[in-house]
């Protein structure tokens, strides 16, 4: 689960990498700095808050050759979550995870299979953990980057701007990041997209992420339980799980 975990958190790592020594006088800085400060607190949400992000994740292979060899994986994925305090929902067309602190509900949709298991005593606490620890990391990685490049582009017929930032030497072999580049739209104040350039030392030449929505205080329907999320008031599957196996791990 801890892996899983790192996966729905890495979305949220760019709303608190501004954090770090600021730049007075770059308004470029300033302007994701105020974007960020505002985005951070969807991290930890509160007693009946919601926030919901859907993103589309590319992962950016450094040749075809080390797909091929099963080195890397050459993945494209949407991904759709959901966080509250006593809630998560994470969705996507390979893996849902529905979990409260009752109960863990991984569903496999290729394989039509459900798996349902007890939630961990204090598995949400844990994660908060991991997200204040990864939030510290970040700080840290942009408390050593530079505003290297601004230019002016078009994302979806709109004028935005190409913030790249650079990490020093030290930093980047710590953290294997070279670059990140947000398509940040300055008259929305809107985060488009993040583009990541890895060092050599890691496996992959970069990852691009597209949000697609970002709502802090999310008021559309969330099943009130995980199980809610899977079976009905009868404990039978939900319609759209129609087919699908479930198995039992208490």
């Given at each position: 689960?801890k892996?899983?975990?790192?996966?729905?958190?890495?979305?949220l790592?760019?709303w608190?990498?501004?954090?770090?020594?600021?730049q007075?006088?770059n308004?470029?800085?300033?302007?994701?700095?105020?974007?960020?400060?505002?985005?951070?607190?969807v991290?930890?949400?509160?007693?009946?808050?919601?926030?919901?992000?859907?993103?589309s994740?590319?992962?950016?292979p450094?040749?075809?050759?080390?797909?091929?060899?099963?080195k890397?994986?050459n993945k494209?994925?949407?991904?759709?979550m959901?966080?509250g305090t006593?809630?998560?929902?994470?969705e996507?067309?390979q893996?849902?995870?529905?979990?409260?602190?009752?109960?863990?509900?991984?569903?496999?949709?290729?394989q039509?299979?459900?798996?349902?298991?007890?939630?961990?005593?204090g598995?949400?606490?844990?994660?908060?953990?991991?997200?204040k620890?990864?939030?510290?990391?970040?700080?840290e990685?942009?408390?050593?980057?530079t505003?290297?490049?601004?230019?002016?582009?078009?994302?979806?017929?709109r004028?935005?701007?190409?913030i790249t930032?650079t990490?020093?030497?030290?930093?980047?072999?710590?953290?294997?990041?070279k670059?990140v580049?947000?398509?940040?739209d300055m008259?929305?104040?809107?985060?488009?997209?993040?583009?990541?350039?890895?060092?050599?030392?890691?496996?992959?030449?970069?990852q691009?992420?597209?949000?697609?929505?970002l709502?802090?205080?999310?008021?559309?329907?969330?099943?009130?339980?995980?199980?809610?999320?899977?079976?009905?008031?009868?404990?039978?599957?939900l319609p759209?799980?129609?087919?699908?196996s479930?198995e039992?791990?208490?």
């Amino acid at each position: 689960m801890k892996v899983i975990v790192r996966v729905l958190l890495t979305g949220l790592l760019l709303w608190t990498t501004v954090q770090g020594n600021a730049q007075p006088g770059n308004k470029y800085y300033q302007a994701l700095q105020s974007f960020m400060n505002k985005m951070e607190k969807v991290q930890f949400p509160k007693p009946g808050q919601h926030y919901l992000m859907q993103m589309s994740i590319k992962m950016i292979p450094k040749t075809n050759l080390a797909v091929y060899q099963g080195k890397v994986e050459n993945k494209e994925a949407e991904v759709k979550m959901i966080v509250g305090t006593h809630q998560l929902i994470y969705e996507t067309n390979q893996v849902s995870i529905y979990q409260d602190r009752e109960w863990l509900f991984q569903v496999f949709h290729p394989q039509k299979l459900i798996l349902q298991k007890t939630t961990p005593k204090g598995v949400f606490n844990q994660h908060l953990a991991y997200a204040k620890k990864t939030t510290q990391m970040q700080k840290e990685l942009f408390a050593q980057s530079t505003v290297t490049s601004v230019k002016d582009g078009m994302y979806k017929g709109r004028k935005i701007k190409l913030i790249t930032t650079t990490l020093a030497a030290q930093a980047q072999k710590k953290f294997r990041v070279k670059t990140v580049t947000y398509f940040f739209d300055m008259q929305k104040q809107k985060l488009e997209k993040q583009v990541v350039k890895f060092t050599n030392a890691h496996p992959l030449a970069g990852q691009e992420i597209v949000y697609l929505q970002l709502n802090p205080n999310y008021k559309g329907y969330v099943p009130t339980t995980a199980k809610a999320a899977v079976m009905n008031s009868q404990q039978r599957l939900l319609p759209k799980f129609r087919g699908y196996s479930i198995e039992t791990n208490h």
